[in-house]
């Protein structure tokens, strides 16, 4: 599930190689005059804490992915009980290779959480890093993949504030066996050529 906050623009792009995604594309519409981390130096970082200080600074910063920043595994795993709704036990019982998912269960318990229809108690299992603290990104930033490079896995993206650019960005693996495994949630912000994949599937 993503959270749209405010204006969101989704622009079909080219993949940008190379040195051309130090620079960006013009934002339409809503977005028009979304300058991001604007000509500040780029940033290049090659730890999941560079990225994450990069992000969530108050400077404003144009932030550079050059490859894979994995943080599945980073903050440890959780089992709890969860629910497996209706739909995921019809599923399973088919026994044709296909599975549902599971829910992690919200503040109220089975009867409060958004997709578990006539659930039953489960076990379920997941990683920490895409559920409890998102990848903040504050206002005046750019986050900007090279190529095919940009590569996020298992936690997710908060934009706390405003003047945000991203482009070329793949975001995957969030806990995606399960419904509210991770989201990633936006504020006002100019997204060009993101890929956002292997979401959990919130209602």
């Not at 992690?104 to 578990?116: R, V």
């Not at 070329?168 to 989201?183: A, F, K, R, S, Y």
């Amino acid at each position: 599930m993503q959270i749209l906050r405010l204006a969101i623009v989704f622009i079909s792009a080219l993949a940008i190689q190379g040195t051309q995604a130090l620079s960006a594309g013009t934002a339409p519409g809503l977005a028009a005059g979304t300058t991001g981390g604007g000509n500040a130096n780029p940033v290049y970082p090659t730890s999941l804490a560079e990225l994450k200080n990069y992000l969530k600074d108050s400077q404003p910063r144009v932030v550079i992915l050059k490859t894979t920043f994995n943080f599945r595994g980073s903050e440890g795993t959780t089992t709890e009980t969860g629910c497996r709704p209706k739909c995921n036990r019809d599923c399973l019982t088919k026994n044709n290779g296909y599975k549902g998912q599971d829910v992690i269960l919200q503040s109220g318990g089975m009867a409060n959480t958004g997709g578990c229809v006539e659930g039953t108690s489960v076990q379920v299992t997941y990683g920490l890093a895409a559920t409890k603290n998102p990848l903040v990104a504050t206002s005046n930033k750019t986050l900007r993949g090279v190529g095919t490079s940009g590569v996020i896995k298992g936690k997710g993206l908060w934009i706390q504030g405003d003047n945000v650019i991203i482009q070329n960005v793949h975001i995957t693996q969030l806990n995606p066996h399960l419904i509210w495994g991770g989201d990633a949630g936006k504020y006002a912000v100019f997204q060009e050529n993101l890929s956002t994949l292997q979401f959990d599937s919130g209602p």
